[in-house]
């Protein structure tokens, strides 16, 4: 059963992957891997994400892009209790070059067996998604702009605390290139929902 499903953002993240200096790799992979059972935290500070991006010669999206890959990966790995040879061979189908290959499968061989545990002692959050609702507003004009377009969408999300049984709502509101964006980030998370099952 494939872990993986060569999507266009895990390709671009192959070739992102492919490019990092081979001598730095094995420490973001540690730090991942160290982190990866937090829920409430991310797995490098801004600060440390701007030496990152720095250190790779590469632009914040790209190295969340890659953060973001790396950490499905594992998961995906804990999730399927990976043999390393299985790992690796798939892997090598998303065209992950030999090198970065042979570093997740070192880390994924050394720290497996405690991040599995790390993450099968991790609680489920205790608040879901109840519903949406959804509608789309056009700005026609401002004090200082009488002919403007300007078109969001908000959204209103339903929470539902399954402790205290309580729902809140939360508001959000995108501009196009927000909601590009976050539609972006919900295609990834569907391939990794679709590998799953």
């Not at 829920?39 to 790779?56: D, G, I, M, P, V």
């Not at 998370?189 to 679709?194: E, K, M, T």
Request: hydrophobic share 40%.
């Amino acid at each position: 059963m494939a872990m993986f499903t060569a999507s266009a953002s895990i390709k671009k993240a192959v070739a992102l992957i492919n490019e990092l200096d081979v001598t730095k790799f094995p420490l973001l992979l540690s730090r991942i891997m160290q982190k990866l059972h937090v829920k409430e935290e991310r797995t490098f500070s801004e600060e440390e994400e701007e030496k990152l991006q720095n250190a790779f010669e590469i632009s914040p999206s790209d190295l969340e892009l890659i953060l973001q890959t790396l950490e499905f990966i594992l998961q995906q790995a804990a999730y399927h209790t990976a043999k390393p040879t299985t790992l690796a061979e798939q892997l090598k189908d998303l065209q992950l070059d030999d090198d970065k290959v042979s570093i997740i499968v070192e880390a994924w061989t050394t720290g497996a067996r405690d991040l599995v545990q790390k993450l099968r002692d991790r609680t489920v959050h205790p608040l879901q998604l109840e519903d949406i609702n959804w509608r789309i507003n056009l700005q026609m004009a401002q004090t200082t702009l009488s002919k403007m377009k300007l078109p969001n969408a908000l959204f209103q999300l339903g929470i539902r605390n399954d402790t205290t049984g309580l729902k809140e709502n939360i508001r959000v509101e995108f501009t196009h290139e927000e909601l590009y964006e976050f539609y972006n980030q919900l295609e990834v998370i569907q391939s990794q929902l679709d590998s799953l099952s």
